[in-house]
C-alpha cells in the first residue's frame, strides 16, 4: 500500500494551499482517508477525515479546511483557507480500510508528510 502526500509550500497568513494525498489500491472508495499534522516539538493531531459519505474535522480548522475526494483518481484532498501561521506543520495523510476515525491509532497505512509552512 502507498500513500503520497503533496502540495505543501510557504504561504503567508491568510492564504489557501490544497494537498493531494494519492493512495494505492483498487476500491478506493471504501478506504477512509484521514489528514493529520505534527509540528516541530508537537504531537501528531488530527485535522480532517473523509470517508464515503461523510467527513469531520478538528476544532481547529473546522469552517478553514474542507477535505474532499475523487474516486476515480484515487485522490483525497485537504483544501485549505485561511491560514494561520499556528497551521505550520508537516501534514500527513492516511489511510483506514473502514469508517473515518479521529485517531492515529485507527489508521494502518501512513504517507509521507508534507511541509506547509504559514508566514505571518
Known amino acids: 500500500v502507498q500513500l503520497q502526500a503533496s502540495g505543501g509550500g510557504l504561504v503567508q497568513a491568510g492564504g489557501s494551499l490544497r494537498l493531494s494525498c494519492v493512495s494505492s489500491?483498487?476500491?478506493?472508495?471504501?478506504?477512509?482517508i484521514g489528514w493529520f499534522r505534527q509540528a516541530p516539538g508537537k504531537e501528531r493531531e488530527f485535522v480532517g477525515a473523509?470517508?464515503?459519505?461523510?467527513?469531520i474535522y478538528a476544532d481547529s480548522v473546522q469552517g478553514r479546511f474542507n477535505v474532499s475526494r475523487d474516486n476515480s483518481l484515487n485522490t483525497a484532498y485537504l483544501q485549505m483557507s485561511s491560514l494561520k501561521p499556528e497551521d505550520t506543520a508537516v501534514y500527513l495523510c492516511?489511510?483506514?480500510?473502514?469508517?473515518?476515525?479521529?485517531?492515529?491509532?485507527?489508521?494502518?497505512?501512513w504517507g509521507q508528510g508534507t511541509q506547509v509552512t504559514v508566514s505571518s
Open positions: 492516511a489511510r483506514r480500510d473502514r469508517w473515518y476515525s479521529r485517531h492515529e491509532k485507527d489508521y494502518a497505512y
Open positions: 489500491g483498487r476500491t478506493f472508495r471504501n478506504y477512509a
Open positions: 473523509i470517508g464515503w459519505s461523510g467527513k
